[in-house]
Each structure stands twice: as structure tokens, then as C-alpha cells.
């Protein structure tokens, strides 16, 4: 057997497993399970050329953006997109960490930069706090309540 009936072997069997595999639904699964991954590989992208010093540093912008965001999709889409309820405001967040690494990596050392970077990332903070508060909030406050209650009851004074 030469050479070129053993390659066009190997490419026929290649042919075949990648067939089945996908009648199989490997491949909507993997799609189905890994697709933010679409997401997060432009980003990672653009910090590879920013640093590589084929792209301005105002790529970074949509490189952090990017980056943040997928990790977001991702544990939605593997945690179940119920979450999405507490983590919305990290798309903000995103936007802030977007901004803060061109203000630390960029040739621009705006301090409007810093400031918008750090605006965000507060509104950000205190949008995740009342969305707790929200949802997880009564149950705070009923377990404060009940701490503060019964640390009045231990701490009063005993009179005979």
C-alpha cells in the first residue's frame, strides 16, 4: 500500500468519525455548553495584539468589555440563567474594567478615565447590593433582628 492510499484512508476515516459525532449531537452539545466561548476568545484576542503592538491601546476598551462579559454568559449558561437576576449589574462592571485597563495600560492617563472607571464600578457595587437586598434582603434583616433581639434579652440587667 503507498503512501497516498494510507492519507486518503486516514481522511476518509476522519471524514467519518466527524459524522458521527455529530449525528451523535457532540457538536450541538459542545456549541450548546462552550458557545460564550465565542465571546471571550475576541477578547482575549485583542489583549494578545494589544501587547503584541499590533493594535492601540483604546482596543482595550472592548477587550476588557469582552472578556468580563463572557465569564458572565458563561456561568449563566452553566449555572443556569435564573442567576442572571444577581449578576446583571456586572455588565456594568464590565464597561468599568474596559475603561480601567486603558487607563492603566494605555498612553492616556486621564484621570476622566479613572474617574468613569471607578463611577462605574461603585454604581456597579451598589446595584448588586440592592439587588441582594432585594432578593436576599428580608432574610438579613430577619436574622438581624433576631440576633439584635436576643442579644437585648442576654445583655439586660438582672434586678432580684
Do not use: C, D
Request: proline share 4%; glycine share 12%.
Amino acid at each position: 500500500m503507498n503512501r497516498q492510499s494510507a492519507a486518503v484512508g486516514i481522511g476518509v476515516v476522519a471524514v467519518g468519525l466527524i459524522i458521527l459525532l455529530g449525528k451523535l449531537g457532540v457538536f450541538s452539545f459542545f456549541g450548546a455548553v462552550f458557545w460564550p466561548l465565542f465571546v471571550l476568545i475576541p477578547g482575549v484576542l485583542l489583549h494578545v495584539l494589544y501587547f503584541g503592538r499590533m493594535v492601540p491601546s483604546v482596543a482595550l476598551i472592548p477587550a476588557g468589555i469582552l472578556t468580563v462579559v463572557s465569564v458572565i454568559l458563561l456561568i449563566g449558561n452553566w449555572f443556569g440563567w435564573g442567576l442572571m437576576k444577581y449578576l446583571w449589574p456586572l455588565f456594568i462592571f464590565a464597561i468599568a474594567v474596559g475603561l480601567y485597563e486603558y487607563y492603566v495600560f494605555g498612553y492616556s492617563r486621564s484621570k476622566q478615565i479613572w474617574t468613569l472607571s471607578v463611577g462605574l464600578t461603585v454604581v456597579a457595587a451598589i446595584l448588586f447590593g440592592l439587588t441582594l437586598l432585594w432578593t436576599w434582603g428580608i432574610y438579613l434583616i430577619a436574622a438581624g433582628l433576631i440576633g439584635f433581639g436576643a442579644w437585648l434579652v442576654i445583655r439586660r440587667p438582672r434586678s432580684w
